[in-house]
């Protein structure tokens, strides 16, 4: 039997998991009338199965050296169910959506499963469970490309490779790099608590096109600033409302490393930056938060993390666990905010039309709450997870988010 041993980063992630964390991250899929049933789907996803021989592969080894083995007994009917539910309305489904994500995966099998909750109408949602071991998000929307849209979709976008860490000038980015990240925030988060079981998810979306172009127009600024400002608004309007004090909060945004054959894992790295909070208008945080991020940039943060851990872990794996756990201090960042391309235009499966995607990642010890984003065509899709006896109260922060990315189209107007 072939076995394959886990990176050191789907170990770590793999070693994340605890009593009240899940490691999976999830994709919840709404489908248009005309959704198939779980048996249709399950005999679809099977025959493409063979494309993605990690989706077939099991946990194997010890604890200490985890390896992936071949799934001999592999069931597609242990994969993909139809969840016991009637048909779901909006919230209906984002209760069984939080229901479903605080389970966990049963690690005898491969560390996937899509749950097929019906809709009113004949549509459905899929609610697809993937490891975060197996997968980071970048490798999870491949999965989604391989063995869920429809074959005459429109073709994807080519990846681009991540830009590398060249040897020159590489003390000075070092000293860039702990300038910007080695910071730690005075006080305690709002979002910094000892998390339970439960979960509360809400979902938010925004025009793609229309605020890739406002980003530009008003400070020359990207999408992915525009998503950072939108999440800074929604999180200034429910700090205000349920702590007054705005404070300060510092985000992680994963940057992924892949490249063309890297095939599937974890390979992505990241850098933090303190969201404007308080600057009075949406304008004025795009315009802070396109400073930030084109700073990171420049000074390869994301890069000179990646190097940094990888050469701590040969010479001193003991410093190396010291700075890991240093980088998830509550104290170095609040929150993650993850942002994930997806199909560039419309997709479908089975021949019916998928009207959205959203992406939801797992909260962590001490951070409460977790955005991700990934998108479908023309729009941006956002995901909020947290643990209600922490952070309540998603659909203010959702609103907020969308409230901030209309002000931002105004503005461009």
Known sequence: METIVLTDEDRAILALETGTVAGHTCKVVLIGPGAP???????????????????????????????????????????????????????????????????????????????????????????????????????????????????????????????????????????????????????????????????????????????????????????????????????????QHHHGRLGRVRVKVPVSLHHPGDGEGNRDSFFTLELPLGEADAVDRLAAVRAATAERKACHDAETLDVLMRDLARVSPRLEHFCRRLEASPRTFALNVSNVPGPPGQVSVLGAPVEAVYSLAEIGERHALRVAVVSLGGQLNFGFCSDPAIVSDLDLLAHGVEAEANALLAAAR
């Open 37 to 239: 049933s779980a048996k249709q789907l399950a005999a679809a996803v099977e025959r493409r199965l063979p494309a993605v021989p990690a989706l077939t592969r099991r946990l194997a080894g010890s604890a200490r050296q985890p390896v992936w083995v071949d799934d001999d007994r592999f069931d597609i009917g242990a994969h993909v169910a139809a969840a016991n539910v009637d048909p779901c309305d909006d919230g209906a489904l984002r209760t069984e959506v939080a229901r479903l994500f605080a389970e966990r995966l049963d690690r005898s099998r491969p560390l996937w499963h899509i749950d097929v909750v019906p809709r009113p109408g004949g549509r459905a949602a899929l609610v697809w469970r993937v490891h975060h071991a197996l997968a980071d998000g970048t490798v999870a929307m491949h999965f989604a490309d391989a063995v869920l849209w429809d074959d005459d979709r429109e073709a994807p976008a080519a990846h681009r490779a991540a830009p590398a860490a060249h040897d020159a000038g590489r003390h000075v980015r070092l000293a860039a790099f702990v300038r910007h990240e080695v910071e730690l925030s005075p006080r305690p988060s709002p979002f910094d608590g000892t998390i339970g079981h439960q979960r509360e998810v809400a979902f938010a979306a925004a025009p793609l096109r229309a605020l890739h172009d406002a980003a530009r127009r008003l400070a020359d600024a990207t999408v992915n600033d525009a998503v950072l400002t939108a999440v800074a608004g929604g999180l200034r309007e429910w700090i």
